[in-house]
């Protein structure tokens, strides 16, 4: 059985915004997967570096559909991606450093912000599309 399972109050959009959460969805189990086989080092390297570009990558692409379709709360969610992306460079600092913990504390921050973001901020995208008021993005 997988980590973090992908479920329906995952979904947002039915497009590239759930793709990309699908992607980091692969990447905490990846990560979980090493982990518990006692190699969560040996992999946290390639997945902080994988993430970190496929992190701008992912933001700057929803906060883009954020804007083309009016979203009202575009500035706060840029707080929260902000924040997300700081907390990456923090844990690739202490990797970079030798930490040993790294692992397990990635693991933590993905599985928090997949569970708790999209479920709840990125939520709020979907409820303001699935609510009419604008076109969904092509």
Same mark, same amino acid.
């Given at each position: +059985?997988?980590?973090?399972?992908?479920?329906?109050? *995952?979904?947002? /959009?039915?497009? %590239?915004?759930?793709?990309?959460?699908?992607? *980091?969805i /692969? @990447?905490?189990? $990846? @990560?979980?997967?090493?982990?518990?086989?006692?190699?969560?080092?040996? !992999? !946290?390297g390639?997945?902080?570096?994988?993430?970190?570009?496929?992190?701008?990558?992912? *933001?700057? &692409?929803?906060?883009?559909? +954020?804007?083309?379709?009016?979203? %009202?709360? @575009?500035?706060?969610?840029? $707080?929260?991606?902000?924040?997300?992306v700081?907390?990456?460079?923090a844990?690739?600092? $202490?990797?970079?450093?030798?930490?040993?913990?790294?692992?397990?504390?990635?693991?933590? @921050?993905?599985? /928090?912000? *997949?569970?708790?973001?999209?479920?709840?901020?990125?939520?709020?995208? &979907?409820?303001?599309?699935d609510?009419?008021?604008? $076109? &969904?993005? %092509?």
């Amino acid at each position: +059985m997988a980590y973090f399972e992908w479920a329906e109050d *995952l979904v947002i /959009d039915r497009g %590239p915004i759930d793709q990309d959460h699908r992607h *980091l969805i /692969d @990447l905490v189990n $990846k @990560l979980h997967t090493a982990t518990s086989q006692g190699c969560g080092q040996d !992999v !946290v390297g390639d997945i902080l570096s994988t993430l970190a570009q496929y992190t701008h990558e992912h *933001l700057r &692409r929803e906060e883009q559909v +954020m804007a083309s379709v009016g979203f %009202p709360h @575009l500035a706060g969610h840029q $707080k929260g991606h902000e924040k997300f992306v700081a907390d990456l460079e923090a844990l690739q600092a $202490k990797y970079g450093c030798g930490s040993i913990t790294t692992a397990a504390q990635l693991s933590a @921050l993905l599985r /928090d912000w *997949l569970s708790l973001h999209i479920r709840r901020s990125d939520r709020e995208l &979907r409820d303001y599309l699935d609510g009419g008021k604008r $076109k &969904r993005h %092509p």
